[in-house]
């Protein structure tokens, strides 16, 4: 299903768009198997690799997808439960720099990518049509609890192009 545009703003349009027109609930689970199947025909050689000074390597990049989502979706739950507290933005940086992604294995980020996926899956499943619709703000702009969803998906999506055109 394609989102009202009522339901989202700003920098979130593009992962949204990203996303495509989703059964939200499918796609969460669809995609999830796809990127672990995507991860794990990486060559090993490659998932500590930065294709410039200063850029991220695939595991820090998985370890940001687990953390955005994390905060993606304690968003959604702010706003499916009608909470109306603006909620802050985050350093996406600071949180890259602060985590021990290049000392963990492979194995290790895409079973912690699984685990917060079925949360999150679990999390989606729970809400009504009523409750995915609630907006709240975040970032300074205002989106839906569905809405957070398909940022999800779209962002994992925008990383997962990133690793074609650049690492691989």
Known sequence: MKLPETEYSGPFANYIQEAGEINLIEELEISLHDFIK??????????????????????????HLIDCERIFAYRALRFSRNDKT?????????????????????QEL???FSAVRHSTLLFYKSLSEEQLKRLGTASTHQLSARALGHVIIGH?????????????
């Not at 794990?40 to 500590?48: E, G, R, S």
């Not at 690799?49 to 390597?57: F, I």
């Not at 802050?88 to 000392?103: I, L, R």
């Open 38 to 63: 995507f991860v794990q025909n990486i060559p090993l050689d490659k998932f500590d690799y930065r294709y410039a000074e200063g850029k991220w390597t695939i595991k820090d990049i998985i370890q």
């Open 86 to 106: 603006a909620l802050p933005g985050f350093e996406e940086n600071d949180y890259v720099v602060n985590t021990n992604a290049n000392g963990r294995s492979i």
């Open 110 to 112: 895409l079973t912690e």
């Open 156 to 168: 994992q999506k925008h990383h997962q192009n990133v690793f074609q055109e650049r690492y691989l």
